[in-house]
């Protein structure tokens, strides 16, 4: 008789403990940051977590030296994150641009809170889904993740540094206050059960090395300093060396790759969970905490005759347009609870393209949508 592989660990935890826990199974092991309400607890949990496994936590002065640290610690080849909230976010701004035109992975986490400013330090929001993709100036590609759940704090935030080191870029995780001080009972698979993704190291002698090389992949080794391999980083647009250029013959290839090897990779990065659509004629798409509610709606919904599903967004940006355009195409209407005045509910519009009739519940006033609200809208419609 085979014996059982005992399961893994059963922890009681909120969402940003879950969230030290996936970084620390996904190999980080370099965090910088700053205390930030309602993020604090990542911090905290670093701070004594990190130093058990040989890792390296700094509290910076600000989020502008925490974004920088974590540029510097991934480009020296260790696995780095950094935690915030949205004035924190914003001030990350510049220097996620400059990880985004350097291909330097690394993973930053904004737990959303209601704004602008100062906002509502202690309260719920969404509101910075649109910042997530448009905050750093210019064109550039990037990665942007939800969390609902405590044990997605956990499995996404392994993801999410698997994503960065796969494709050589910065990955955002987006989890709101609800989900970050949700305490629940999640299980923590087994070290082994874990995929752990690193980057590409080179493989070839110092002299042949091409930090930025245009390859099939769009994404070229990355050495780390100290390694033995000339590697000349900067914020300006650069040649497949890494020096800048003013050439357009060189300019143009190097913005088409950084897009390329994310556009064509849609399959490995865009994530949704569906519930109950295949014979749905009315859906949910909801993200983050909202999607608590919306799917104890489309439940209740069900219990009453009424056809619901529900789409839930795991990855927000690339917008997983080819996942949510097949639905709502044999649907009747769709539903988009938001905890802003309808970020993602834009994006929506815009792929539906008037085939089916989309309605709108946005909150703002730091309180979460209840499942109530969008059953009652669900009804009406």
């Not at 997605?152 to 080191?165: G, H, P, Q, R, Y």
């Not at 104890?296 to 990855?315: D, F, M, N, S």
Request: aromatic share 6%; hydrophobic share 40%.
């Amino acid at each position: 008789m085979i014996a059982k592989r005992p399961p893994g660990r059963q922890l009681l935890l909120q969402g940003n403990e879950a969230i030290v826990e996936g970084a620390l199974a996904a190999g980080c092991r370099f965090f910088a940051g700053y205390p930030i309400t309602p993020a604090t607890e990542i911090s905290e949990v670093m701070s004594y977590r990190l130093p058990a496994v040989d890792g390296t936590f700094i509290q910076m002065e600000d989020e502008i030296a925490s974004m920088g640290a974590v540029i510097g610690a991934s480009l020296a080849g260790v696995k780095s994150m950094t935690a915030t909230s949205g004035p924190g976010f914003s001030l990350m701004q510049e220097n996620l641009g400059f990880a985004c035109v350097a291909e330097v992975p690394c993973v930053i986490v904004n737990v959303m809170r209601g704004g602008p400013s100062t906002g509502l330090p202690t309260s719920v929001s969404q509101g910075d889904v649109m910042q997530a993709r448009w905050g750093t100036h210019g064109d550039h590609p990037i990665i942007v993740l939800a969390v609902s759940t405590t044990q997605d704090c956990f499995s996404i935030t392994v993801k999410a540094f698997n994503l960065s080191e796969k494709y050589r870029t910065p990955v955002v995780l987006l989890a709101d206050e609800v989900v970050a001080h949700t305490r629940e009972k999640i299980s923590l698979p087994h070290a082994e059960e874990v995929e752990v993704i690193d980057r590409i190291r080179p493989n070839m002698p110092p002299d042949w090395y091409i930090p930025f090389e245009n390859n099939s992949r769009g994404v070229p080794p990355m050495s780390a300093f100290g390694d033995g391999y000339r590697y000349h980083v900067t914020g300006l647009i650069h040649d497949v060396r890494g020096f800048p250029t003013q050439r357009p013959d060189e300019i143009v290839p190097f913005m088409d790759r950084i897009f390329r090897k994310i556009n064509q990779h849609f399959f490995d990065i865009q994530m949704v969970n569906t519930e109950m659509v295949d014979d749905a004629e009315l859906i949910v798409v909801a993200y983050g905490s909202v999607s608590r509610s919306a799917r104890r709606a489309v439940r209740e919904a069900r219990e009453r005759g009424i056809k619901a599903g529900l789409v839930q967004l795991i990855t927000l940006w690339p917008f997983p347009r080819q996942s949510v355009e097949p639905i709502l195409r044999q649907v009747r209407a769709a539903l988009v609870p938001e905890l802003n005045m309808g970020q993602i509910s834009r994006e929506i519009k815009r792929i539906n393209q008037g085939v089916a009739r989309i309605e709108t519940i946005s909150r703002i006033d730091g309180h979460l949508i209840t499942p109530n609200e969008i059953l009652t809208r669900l009804l009406r419609i």
